[in-house]
């Protein structure tokens, strides 16, 4: 069903529990975002629950919008200059079951909506990208909650630490594939091991190691104990080795085979 001015007329406004003027436009199969001028921007938060959006654009100038209910659509994409301009006082979106994909996407809402607060996209395939809910905290600063969970000053640390370093450049350098790409998920393809190939942290990590070698690095970002360690790993990517010594470091209270058997000699020589 389109979204006719008649339909928008003829829609239930309501005050809801929070004290907004909301207008309720759920499950009536609307694929796209049209005509809402005609509401004369008479309404704190709109209900799209569960349509058939899959692109959020097309957005009047809506000054007084400050929540979108679009749970249970097919969204994959939005426009970031078009909402930026028309309904930049949006503080809480609820894009829960929908079609994102893409780290892309969840950048540019930040840019679209530069006074959010609250945010869900639990349903959405995003979720299960690594390092998803850090780069989401970073992307979009003005954050409390994220997917029904307050943001803690932790996180905001984390977040930060991993934009810096050359785990988040080989991040950053995969959205921005994304982004070219006009698909998600993609990845640089493997390259051959340079040790010393690049200049910069981004660059040594886009362009020195294979995918496997990037997947590792993350972990290891992910996983150090301290900014230090964090650190040093990108001093050994921007040089384009390898950071064994981390991995080393995880694997230092697991005796090897070698270990086990020098032991083993070492107690039968004290015996003797």
């Known amino acids: ?34 005509h809402l001028a005609v509401t004369r921007d008479a309404f704190d938060a709109m209900d799209f629950t569960d349509n058939r959006l899959t692109h959020l654009d097309n957005f009047p100038k809506l000054e007084r919008l400050a929540c979108l209910l679009l749970s249970g659509n097919v969204i994959e ?16 979106i609820d894009l829960s079951n929908n079609r994102i994909s893409s780290l892309y996407q969840v950048g540019a809402l930040g840019k679209a909506c530069p006074k959010l607060q609250f945010l869900s996209l639990n349903g959405n395939s995003v979720t299960r990208r690594q390092h998803y809910r850090l780069y989401t905290i970073k992307q979009i600063p003005s954050l409390k909650f994220l997917d029904y969970t307050r943001i803690t000053k932790t996180e905001r640390e984390r977040a930060d630490r991993l934009a810096n370093s050359a785990a988040g450049a080989a991040l950053e350098s995969d959205v921005q594939s994304e982004a070219k790409n006009g698909v998600s998920g993609s990845s640089t393809a493997t390259k051959t091991f340079v040790p010393g190939e690049g200049e910069s942290a981004k660059e040594s990590f886009v362009t020195s190691f294979t995918k496997e070698q990037k997947e590792e690095i993350r972990d290891l970002v992910a996983n150090a104990s301290s900014p230090a360690e964090i650190d040093e790993i990108e001093r050994s990517v921007k040089r384009g080795i390898f950071p064994i010594f981390a991995r080393k470091r995880s694997l230092d209270e697991t005796p090897t085979e070698g270990d086990e058997e020098e032991e083993t000699s070492s107690n039968k020589k004290s015996r003797v």
């Open 1 to 34: 069903m389109r979204l006719s001015a008649e339909l928008l007329g003829s829609a239930e406004q309501r005050t809801n529990p929070l004290g907004e003027r909301e207008i309720v436009l759920r499950g009536l199969a609307i694929p796209a975002i049209e």
């Open 77 to 92: 994409s939005l426009d970031p200059a078009n909402m930026s301009k028309n309904v930049p006082n949006i503080q809480s």
